[in-house]
């Protein structure tokens, strides 16, 4: 029995605006402009009535946040799961501006949601539903207005249906979505650009850090489309990857893990517990254990003020969306853990979608060797912005990142005549 998933705290959106409140002051901005920043820009909540296989109808609830959209179309997944709420969306909306205008393309902040299970939903029944949200939300996205994408119980499948769905009504659109099949107008490289950006993002900080990626010791919580690619990446790169988990638990092997043979085990099994020669652990085992890297890569608030003190990695590295508390955040810093934020790490995602968005727009096709290399551009510039901050100014990288984007997004906002 899989345990449903804890929403995020109630204050969620509160913690990202705690993160921000350090930046605005910072870089001094006015009142206004604070307040325009914080909020999001517009939020739309819908009822999606679903036929479902047995015959019954079941009225899911979904919601599209538009947070800021100064920089370009409002940009951001779609998340289906049962924790799924105004809150988590609105945060979720807010880190994509913050995100896209780190690494510095043209799109605002973003983020969708459907409260359903999408594991006990069948396909026919996951493909109805998207096409009621996509009907639903159809008057406020746009290739130049919003752009959805997949997330956290979706995929491009779901992606192919949004696009379908939207383009019954509009015509062949295939830029209203990205991360789509690749044989639909997807991008090569898409699907693996999150994590291999955070693998980008993590090489150039183990250099700057004095560490070795040879060898290095690494815990990976979620074995999805962002966990599973840093651990085959980073596999293949010689590090040392000793455990991982799903939302049925972990495993831990000490001598590490043989990344071929657990993919082969994941793909019969669709889970990482009783790979042969592990020890079977609990998520909350698996974010305590010592290690160099710990990548959280799964949910929110992972690392919280509950396990804060037992946390024993050298280094954290955010792949998935605020996995880490503000309060646990400050303990992390007073114990000297660099902790390399989300809205750097996981970014990947979506310069792989503005890719894909752009080769849309031009009717062309990259090859894959283009994507990741460009990825790794970006990514590394990114790096570099925060590092240098990190660097002049002694504070965290998480504070350098959103110092970075805030002042960007004001700028844009006040040169727009948006106050
Ligand atoms: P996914 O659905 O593909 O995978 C999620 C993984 O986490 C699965 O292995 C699942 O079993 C595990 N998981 C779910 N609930 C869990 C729980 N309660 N405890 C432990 N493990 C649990 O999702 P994904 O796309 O890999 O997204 C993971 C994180 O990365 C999310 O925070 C998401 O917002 C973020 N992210 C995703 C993308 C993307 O393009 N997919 C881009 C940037 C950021």
Known sequence: MIPARKPL?????????LFLNRAFDRIELDDGMRELLQR???E???SLPVRMDDGHIEVFTGYRVQHNGARGPYKGGVRYDLAV??????ALASLMTWKTALVDIPFGGGKGGVECNPRDMSEGELNRLTRRYTTSIDHIIGVNRDIPAPDMGTNSQTMAWMMDAYGLIHG???GIVTGKPVDLGGSVGRESAPGRGAVYVMTEAIRDLGLSIIGAQVVVQGFGQVGSWIVRILGEMG???IAVSDIKGGILVESGIDINRLFEYYREAKTVIGFPGSDTITNSELIQLPCDFLVPAAIESVVNSDNADLIKAR???????????????DVMNDKGIPVLPDILVNAGGVVASYFEWTQNLYQHKWEEERVNEELRKIMVGAYDVVKEMVDRDGITYRDAAFAISVKRVANVAKMRGFI
């Open 9 to 17: 705290r109630a204050n969620s959106f509160e913690e990202i605006n």
């Open 40 to 42: 999001p820009w517009r």
């Open 44 to 46: 739309l909540t819908v």
């Open 85 to 90: 709420n105004q809150h988590e969306v609105r």
């Open 172 to 174: 062949y659109t295939p």
């Open 239 to 241: 590090c040392n990857v």
């Open 315 to 329: 280094v954290i590295v955010e792949a998935a969306n605020h996995p880490i508390t503000p309060e646990a955040d």
